[in-house]
Nanobody, 124 residues
Framework: QVQLVESGGGLVQAGGSLRLSCAASGRTFSSYVMGWFRRAPGKEREFVAAINWSNGRTRYADSVKGRFTISGDNAKNTVYLQMNSLKPEDTAVYYC?????????????????WGRGTQVTVSS
């Protein structure tokens, strides 16, 4: 059974940093793309970042480029999202997802597995 479990969310002041983790289990993810999405109150779930496990290539939403960094630890089957220079508009529930296609896709319907999310709140 595939499980994606996020952790690391919390409350932080604007300009601060947080690191989210996503622990994956239940299968071998070496050929997968792992992504982070977020859903702010009253908004649709949106793409944040993705990483290809096999080659390390990454992709980011324009809104987080230069501030967020996605990385992975194959040995631990864990993906991270380092978030710096946080803004109030980054407040959202952040979800980890896995895409079996192995493509750095941005559409939420292109991901096959999802975690339950972790809340990030940035105060002004």
């Amino acid at each position: 059974q595939v499980q994606l479990v996020e952790s690391g969310g919390g409350l932080v002041q604007a300009g601060g940093s947080l690191r989210l983790s996503c622990a994956a289990s239940g299968r071998t993810f070496s050929s997968y793309v792992m992504g982070w999405f977020r859903r702010a109150p009253g908004k649709e779930r949106e793409f944040v970042a993705a990483i290809n496990w096999s080659n390390g290539r990454t992709r980011y939403a324009d809104s987080v480029k230069g501030r967020f960094t996605i990385s992975g630890d194959n040995a631990k089957n864990t993906v991270y999202l380092q978030m710096n220079s946080l803004k109030p508009e980054d407040t959202a529930v952040y979800y980890c997802a896995a895409a079996a296609s192995g493509l750095l896709v941005v559409g939420r319907y292109e991901y096959d597995y999802w975690g339950r999310g972790t809340q990030v709140t940035v105060s002004s």
